[in-house]
């Protein structure tokens, strides 16, 4: 038997897996198949046959869509789910909608539902079938994918690094605030577009993350050359650091890296781009290599920078057959500026000499400050040794030009030493080693001149460098010594004092006197314990002369330019006269008048100091440092002694004469005791005794004296000179 079509379409509705309900003309329910009632939770047999359709879905009485269509208000429709709801456009009459049902189950659901018009042959509406999907998951899932994408654009809208994402179509995605305020390019002009470039370049050019997107290795190294590299973290990811002088907010150093996006798929479907302000590390980094090559005192290169600029200089000169000159340049009586007027002062002056130098030489040529006052100078292809000449000359007269520093003219001079290359050494270390030798045999020899490396320099240079750690040893080990020189009253012949001159002992090379090994003392501040050791030593010697003879003779001490400018006299003083009650002689403390002359005034505060001490003051090498009369006059001395410069002149001219006659009445007129050092012969004797000389020592009255010695001559000479004797004869027939 053939079912009735009404039995066929109950069995469609009833078995049909989509939630399915019907209503007739009047807006009873005819059909609510099993899956409405899952998806309602509403059982059949509570709505069919009645009008409560609306119960399934309402807590009050509305109606639902479906009666909606059986009424033909379809104006009521758009009033009741405004905005959830459209004309289906798979079916005429037909409408679409979605809603949220909160009290079905599971928290409620989200439902599409479908409602239809029936009609009859005639076409007129006879009920309406209204279909129901749960879209919950999906409503859920695109809620997800919202709040996903929400989330997504936070994140990188919210974080610190600035970035900016492309599509697969190269168009920007994302721009984040940091971003923006990278470069002021507000993103609202730059999300949608291609125009990515223009944050960083004048013309239009992919950035990093478009050759990403492409696979464009290639194109990468050839635009990045060595500033780019592959990512050692990120598949396909690239880095990048490049200079950008056109931002909007300034010129910058960027660090980049940019990375490809992949769909689920393994396509890639984009890229994004983090960037990273490294301006200030690039500065920091440019800071740390210019200290690095560059001294902070004068900003010339440091020896670090010249040592590179001279192997480079060596291959170039090697490859086109050149010649190059180091020059290796040393302050002449810095040390005395250094002490005398002060550190400040003194680098003021290593400030003006560098750029003496760098004014004097060629661009092409490298001036460096290797140490102290030290500089070198790498003539980079000199036309030929003729043209090396007339640099050092030309750098001598610069040197040898007045400098004012701090409202006094100092004249320093330099001394110059030359190695060639390839004549005088292959590598940067020979040449400098070889410049240097000659720098010291041209002090040496030629103060204020220059000399060409020649093989017997280095065998100086290397005593020199023995002598230098050696003397750090010499005072512990009791290998210094104290010698005496007599020193003598010209009209009575008597012993007056004695000057303190100190002798190495050295182990090997036998007796040194002081012009070997006090230069080296000065240069590595060994001269101030030696200074100390010698006062300490001398006082405690001297005073057995006294015990022992019971003369009261006048000790002299030579002070150092360090122990001068560093006030370290008063400390010395202080600590003797703890050791010994008071000061335990007559001591006389000896000073250059180079060393005066350097700062008139702190010198002048400080002799008037030590005269408080109860010291006698000596100017020594009178004549050697052109003293103002003016401040002559004012200086505290007791003493000057005349250099032995003048005094071997005397007898063999006329001008020697003068001048020390000159001396001599200058002294008395300012109620100076005069010494003459260095008499030698009958005839200087002479002159200085017609001309009133008051005191005199020199080989001719008596050499320097061991201490064992020289009290042996003071025994002998207080015998032979009573207190009330008669006047001696001239100390050349006194000698002990």
Request: net charge negative; hydrophobic share 45%.
């Given at each position: 038997m053939q079912p009735d079509n009404r039995d066929l379409l109950a069995q469609i509705v009833r078995n049909n897996p989509i939630a399915t309900f019907v209503l007739d003309a009047d807006h009873r329910v005819t059909h609510w198949n099993r899956a409405c009632e899952a998806a309602t939770g509403t059982p059949a047999g509570q709505v069919l046959g009645t009008t409560r359709a609306w119960a399934a879905f309402y807590a009050k009485k509305r109606p639902v869509m479906a009666d909606l269509i059986v009424d033909g208000r379809l104006g009521a429709v758009t009033d009741l789910?405004?905005?959830?709801?459209?004309?289906?456009?798979?079916?005429?009459?037909?409408?679409?909608?979605?809603?949220?049902?909160?009290?079905?189950?599971?928290?409620?659901?989200?439902?599409?539902?479908?409602?239809?018009?029936?009609?009859?042959?005639?076409?007129?509406?006879?009920?309406?079938?209204?279909?129901?999907?749960?879209?919950?998951?999906?409503?859920?899932?695109?809620?997800?994918?919202?709040?996903?994408?929400?989330?997504?654009?936070?994140?990188?809208?919210?974080?610190?690094?600035?970035?900016?994402?492309?599509?697969?179509?190269?168009?920007?995605?994302?721009?984040?605030?940091?971003?923006?305020?990278?470069?002021?390019?507000?993103?609202?002009?730059?999300?949608?577009?291609?125009?990515?470039?223009?944050?960083?370049?004048?013309?239009?050019?992919?950035?990093?993350?478009?050759?990403?997107?492409?696979?464009?290795?290639?194109?990468?190294?050839?635009?990045?050359?060595?500033?780019?590299?592959?990512?050692?973290?990120?598949?396909?990811?690239?880095?990048?650091?490049?200079?950008?002088?056109?931002?909007?907010?300034?010129?910058?150093?960027?660090?980049?890296?940019?990375?490809?996006?992949?769909?689920?798929?393994?396509?890639?479907?984009?890229?994004?781009?983090?960037?990273?302000?490294?301006?200030?590390?690039?500065?920091?980094?440019?800071?740390?290599?210019?200290?690095?090559?560059?001294?902070?005192?004068?900003?010339?290169?440091?020896?670090?920078?010249?040592?590179t600029r001279l192997k480079q200089a060596i291959v170039r000169a090697q490859r086109d057959g050149r010649l190059l000159?180091?020059?290796?340049?040393?302050?002449?009586?810095?040390?005395?500026?250094?002490?005398?007027?002060?550190?400040?002062?003194?680098?003021?002056?290593?400030?003006?000499?560098?750029?003496?130098?760098?004014?004097?030489?060629?661009?092409?040529?490298?001036?460096?400050?290797?140490?102290?006052?030290?500089?070198?100078?790498?003539?980079?292809?000199?036309?030929?040794?003729?043209?090396?000449n007339t640099i050092v000359h030309r750098l001598l007269d610069r040197m040898n030009a007045a400098l004012s520093v701090r409202g006094s003219e100092l004249y320093l001079g330099c001394s110059i030493g030359i190695a060639l290359f390839p004549r005088d050494g292959g590598s940067a270390e020979v040449l400098l080693q070889n410049a240097d030798a000659a720098m010291y045999r041209a002090k040496q020899i030629d103060k204020g001149g220059f000399r060409y490396y020649t093989e017997d320099m280095n065998r100086s240079a290397r005593q020199w460098m023995e002598l230098k750690q050696q003397l750090h040893h010499a005072l512990s080990a009791g290998q210094l010594e104290l010698y005496y020189q007599p020193q003598f009253n010209l009209r009575s012949g008597r012993m007056t004092g004695a000057e303190a001159l100190i002798r190495w002992n050295h182990p090997e090379r036998g007796l040194l006197l002081p012009d070997v090994?006090?230069?080296?003392?000065?240069?590595?501040?060994?001269?101030?314990?030696?200074?100390?050791?010698?006062?300490?030593?001398?006082?405690?010697?001297?005073r057995q002369w006294r015990s022992r003879t019971g003369l009261e003779l006048r000790l002299a001490v030579n002070i150092s330019s360090r122990q001068f400018r560093y006030r370290e006299l008063l400390e010395l003083l202080e600590r003797v006269v703890d050791d010994n009650g008071a000061l335990p002689l007559a001591l006389e403390l000896e000073i250059t008048e180079s060393l005066v002359m350097a700062d008139p005034t702190g010198a002048g505060e400080l002799l008037n100091e030590l005269k408080t001490r109860g010291v006698s003051l000596a100017m020594d090498d009178f004549g050697t440092g052109y003293s103002s009369l003016a401040y002559l006059r004012t200086f505290p001395f007791d003493m000057i002694k005349i250099d032995q410069s003048f005094i071997a002149d005397l007898g063999k001219s006329d001008e020697a004469g003068a001048i020390v006659r000159?001396?001599?009445?200058?002294?008395?007129?300012?109620?100076?005791?005069?010494?003459?050092?260095?008499?030698?012969?009958?005839?200087?004797?002479?002159?200085?005794?017609?001309?009133?000389?008051?005191?005199?020592?020199?080989?001719?009255?008596?050499?320097?004296?061991?201490?064992?010695?020289?009290?042996?001559?003071?025994?002998?000479?207080?015998?032979a000179h009573p207190a009330d004797g008669e006047v001696s004869t001239p100390c050349g027939q006194a000698q002990p």
């Open positions: 789910y405004s905005g959830r709801c459209w004309p289906s456009q798979l079916l005429d009459g037909a409408w679409e909608a979605e809603d949220f049902f909160p009290h079905f189950p599971d928290g409620g659901k989200w439902l599409a539902f479908t409602a239809t018009p029936l009609t009859d042959a005639d076409g007129r509406i006879v009920g309406a079938i209204e279909t129901l999907r749960d879209v919950t998951a999906e409503r859920n899932a695109q809620a997800a994918w919202r709040e996903a994408r929400h989330l997504l654009h936070t994140i990188i809208d919210g974080s610190p690094v600035p970035m900016f994402v492309l599509d697969a179509d190269h168009r920007i995605t994302h721009w984040n605030r940091a971003c923006e305020s990278l470069n002021l390019m507000p993103a609202p002009s730059m999300v949608g577009s291609r125009d990515q470039w223009r944050a960083f370049y004048d013309t239009e050019r992919p950035v990093l993350a478009d050759l990403v997107l492409d696979d464009a290795f290639d194109e990468i190294r050839s635009r990045y050359g060595s500033s780019c590299r592959p990512s050692a973290l990120i598949e396909n990811a690239w880095e990048a650091t490049a200079f950008f002088p056109n931002f909007r907010s300034g010129a910058k150093w960027l660090y980049f890296t940019a990375a490809p996006l992949r769909g689920l798929d393994g396509r890639i479907v984009g890229a994004v781009e983090t960037l990273q302000d490294i301006t200030a590390q690039k500065a920091y980094e440019a800071q740390l290599e210019h200290r690095a090559n560059y001294d902070p005192l004068t900003g010339l290169a440091n020896r670090h920078l010249l040592d000159a180091l020059l290796f340049l040393d302050l002449d009586n810095f040390k005395e500026i250094n002490d005398t007027l002060g550190h400040d002062a003194g680098d003021e002056v290593i400030r003006s000499v560098g750029r003496r130098i760098a004014e004097t030489v060629r661009d092409v040529d490298t001036v460096a400050r290797i140490a102290g006052d030290e500089y070198v100078v790498l003539l980079d292809g000199p036309a030929s040794v003729e043209h090396v090994f006090i230069p080296i003392a000065e240069e590595t501040g060994l001269i101030v314990p030696i200074g100390t050791w010698v006062v300490r030593t001398a006082v405690a010697e001297a000159a001396m001599l009445q200058l002294g008395r007129a300012i109620g100076l005791r005069i010494m003459a050092e260095g008499v030698e012969t009958a005839a200087q004797l002479a002159f200085l005794e017609a001309e009133g000389c008051d005191e005199v020592q020199g080989f001719l009255c008596c050499p320097p004296l061991p201490a064992a010695e020289f009290l042996e001559a003071v025994q002998a000479h207080a015998l």
